[in-house]
T-cell receptor, first 114, second 112 residues
Framework: DAGVTQSPTHLIKTRGQQVTLRCSPK?????VSWYQQALGQGPQFIFQ???????QRGNFPDRFSGHQFPNYSSELNVNALLLGDSALYLC?????????????FGSGTRLTVV | GENVEQHPSTLSVQEGDSAVIKCTYS??????FPWYKQELGKRPQLIID?????GEKKDQRIAVTLNKTAKHFSLHITETQPEDSAVYFC???????????FGAGTRLFVKA
């Protein structure tokens, strides 16, 4: 049973560039949430996708955008990268329509902006 | 706004001792409180959770307690082992809400 898979695992980008991160949720899950985890900090909510739509967004600028595909996989796009965007980006999958249950996290994409 | 405060930020214990991590949440609508363990370089993993209709939950050496009136919840690890060394995150969310708010984490060191 595949868990949550994210790609790439590591990425180095130059300030001002654009990046796309990918996530495939755990089998049976239909909801994908994206989190940013800076070094030594807790994960910060970016947004959540369900039924191919953004359901809720955290306190992140419009440079952060996303998409969910019919197979429930998701992409996170970040435009005009800043040095401060360097972080571990975690994808978490869950099953909607039920009471809250914990997330299944992917291993993350480590983004370094230079 | 919604916030989850967690302390201590670092905790060092001797193998076999107990460890306690405490969290406070701000949103009174919160009714689900998961705890995650993140080992170095690995993904956060759910280790235990508690819902607001329960005051305490136990799973082998770990237990969580919840005080809804005070908006406090805690993680208790007994008989700690070196493999318990990791960063632990508390979190809070609510039914009908879509985001989970995480604390800043507690780095637990268990000395052999």
């Amino acid at each position: 049973d595949a868990g949550v898979t994210q790609s790439p695992t590591h990425l180095i980008k130059t300030r001002g560039q654009q990046v796309t991160l990918r996530c495939s949720p755990k089998s049976g899950h239909d909801t994908v949430s994206w989190y940013q985890q800076a070094l030594g900090q807790g994960p910060q909510f970016i947004f959540q996708y369900y039924e191919e739509e953004e359901r809720q967004r955290g306190n992140f600028p419009d440079r952060f955008s996303g998409h969910q595909f019919p197979n429930y996989s998701s992409e996170l796009n970040v435009n005009a990268l800043l040095l401060g965007d360097s972080a571990l980006y975690l994808c978490a999958s869950s099953l909607a329509g039920t009471a809250n249950y914990g997330y299944t996290f992917g291993s993350g994409t480590r983004l370094t902006v230079v | 706004g919604e916030n989850v405060e967690q302390h201590p930020s670092t905790l060092s214990v001797q193998e076999g001792d107990s460890a306690v991590i405490k969290c406070t949440y701000s949103d009174s609508a919160s009714n689900y409180f998961p705890w995650y363990k993140q080992e170095l370089g690995k993904r956060p993993q759910l280790i235990i959770d508690i819902r607001s209709n329960v005051g305490e939950k136990k799973d082998q050496r770990i237990a969580v307690t919840l005080n809804k009136t005070a908006k406090h919840f805690s993680l208790h690890i007994t008989e700690t082992q070196p493999e318990d060394s990791a960063v632990y995150f508390c979190a809070a969310s609510y039914t009908g809400g879509f985001k989970t708010i995480f604390g800043a984490g507690t780095r637990l060191f268990v000395k052999a």
